[in-house]
């Protein structure tokens, strides 16, 4: 696996607690993702980073922000967590954006309750 | 909205048969990537084809793009059950990548 780190891998949490996801890369990648995944839906994306404090939203990006203080981190906050946002959420870097490849960590099985 | 649709949605095949799956995106394109999920895993890239390509092989993966059509194949020869897994193709654009919502393939020994 390219070297991304996901954390918690797992987490339980209670409705309208705020919760950050975070990505954590060794590859030096410009780009980063955060994308969540739901049964029929296939990768949403919620928001990207194209550099040191570089975001932009995604398709699916309301009641979620985050961060990117540095090349390596980029940190997914729901800053109050509902049940439709029970899901999995994958981060993925990509050297090249569209243009070539992109490499995911292994998820965050997210359950809001 | 979802750039990429794959086709079918699901496909049971026996060990040895090829498999094929489709994929069709709506707008223009660097390139169509082909990523492969095991349950409980993340992505992993297969294949990329660029828009000015027609075909592309990898092993026993053949890839094919019709930018006409706005659309792709991906096969796979002589599957294994080692394959068994959901496919996703995914529209290269611009800085972003929008993904199909997959065909879960299973391939039964």
């Known amino acids: 696996d390219a070297g991304i780190t996901q954390s918690p891998r797992h987490k339980v949490t209670e409705t309208g607690t705020p919760v950050t996801l975070r990505c954590h890369q060794t590859?030096?990648?410009?780009?980063m993702y955060w994308y969540r995944q739901d049964p029929g839906h296939g990768l949403r994306l919620i928001h990207y980073?194209?550099?040191?404090?570089?975001?932009d939203k995604g398709e699916v990006s309301d009641g979620y922000s985050v961060s990117r203080s540095k090349t390596e981190d980029f940190l997914l906050t729901l800053e109050s967590a509902t049940s439709s946002q029970t899901s999995v959420y994958f981060c993925?870097?990509?050297?090249?954006?569209?243009?070539?490849?992109?490499?995911f960590g292994q998820g965050t099985r997210l359950t809001v309750v | 909205s979802q750039q990429g649709e794959e086709d079918p949605q699901a496909l049971s095949i026996q060990e040895g048969e090829n498999a094929t799956m489709n994929c069709s995106y709506k707008?223009?394109?660097?390139?169509l990537q082909w990523y492969r999920q095991n349950s409980g895993r993340g992505l992993v890239h297969l294949i990329l084809?660029?828009?000015?390509?027609r075909e592309k092989h990898s092993g026993r993966l053949r890839v094919t793009l019709d930018t006409s059509k706005k659309s792709s194949s991906l096969l796979i020869t002589a599957s294994r059950a080692a394959d068994t897994a959901s496919y996703f193709c995914?529209?290269?654009?611009?800085?972003?990548?929008?993904f199909g919502p997959g065909t879960r393939l299973s391939v039964l020994p």
């Open positions: 993925a870097i990509s050297e090249g954006a569209g243009r070539t490849e992109a490499f």
């Open positions: 590859e030096n990648h410009r780009y």
């Open positions: 980073s194209y550099g040191v404090k570089d975001t």
């Open positions: 707008t223009s394109i660097n390139n």
């Open positions: 084809i660029r828009s000015n390509e």
């Open positions: 995914a529209g290269g654009s611009g800085q972003n990548f929008v």
